[in-house]
């Protein structure tokens, strides 16, 4: 049985830092990714990784300020995020599954995710 469990969230002022943990177990995942959701918009790519971590994926709006990273021996993939900024507020969910690789920025081409932590940034 697939597990994804996201952990690391929580409420931190503009301009700091969290460091989210996404925990796996059942399965062996190639690509990971991250997403966001706030209150009512849609749910957002926010950064993929592949297995070796040689391939990285951002949206624009994260890139110089979250790094994603995993450590396979840990079955564990981190989105280590700085210089947060209000905007960045939603609910975090880490994907795995992807069934496209050239579709890794769209939530339906995953098949297993999270139950998701809230991200809470604080002007």
């Known amino acids: 049985q697939v597990r994804l469990v996201e952990s690391g969230g929580g409420l931190v002022q503009s301009g700091g830092s969290l460091r989210l943990s996404c925990a796996t177990s059942?399965?062996?995942?190639?690509?990971m990714g991250w997403f966001r959701q706030a209150p009512g918009k849609d749910r957002e790519f926010v950064a993929a990784?592949?297995?070796?971590?040689?391939?990285?994926k951002y949206v624009d709006s994260v890139k110089g300020r979250f790094a994603v990273s995993r450590d396979n021996a840990k079955s564990t993939m981190y989105l280590q995020m700085n210089s947060l900024k209000p905007e960045d507020t939603a609910l975090y969910y880490c994907a795995a599954g992807l069934t496209l690789y050239e579709r890794f920025g769209q939530p339906n081409e995953y098949n297993y995710w999270g139950q998701g932590t809230q991200v809470t940034v604080s002007s």
């Open positions: 990784i592949n297995w070796s971590g040689s391939d990285k």
């Open positions: 059942g399965g062996i995942f190639v690509y």
